[in-house]
């Protein structure tokens, strides 16, 4: 079955994320975000989406398979004028099947943001090797939480 992209998420989309997010099973999700606070439950996934979230879905039949989002927010570091933040996330049953990159690819083509960054775990490196190859460079060594800060600057196409 292929794999459908698309801006915004259904009720369905929000309670597969919030299963999703709180499975202790998952231990990328649990060793490297914090989705299950952020998406504990619907009232905590809408205090989230209150900040001015905008979200892209990726599923496979009814299926969500993975979410992106942009947000409006200044990066913490010096001498940076990035003011959206990025995040991806891709669950278990596409993992490892190439959707990573062409799902973000389709979010920033359709989204156009300018200037992003992220933050990530230093050792997470499948997505440390997806951030690279999608031409985000880091700008900030671990910090003591081991996170680093890695920037998108728009001179690459994307």
Partial sequence: MA???????????????????NDKNDISIFKYT????????????????KQGRTIYTASEGK??????????KPIPVDN?????????RIYPKARGKGVSFSFMDYAFKNY??????????ADNTPAVKLYTKFSFHQVTS???????IMVLDNKNGH
């Fill in 142 to 148: 671990p910090d003591k939480n081991n996170k680093i």
């Fill in 34 to 49: 914090s989705d299950q606070t952020r998406f504990a439950n619907q009232k905590s996934f809408d205090q989230w989406f």
């Fill in 80 to 88: 940076y004028s990035h003011d959206t933040t990025f995040a991806i």
């Fill in 112 to 121: 156009q943001p300018k200037n992003v960054w992220l933050e990530c775990s």
């Fill in 63 to 72: 299926n969500l398979i993975g979410i992106i989002w942009f947000g409006s």
């Fill in 3 to 21: 794999f459908t992209f698309r801006k915004g998420i259904s009720a369905d989309h929000i309670k597969q994320l919030i299963k999703y997010s």
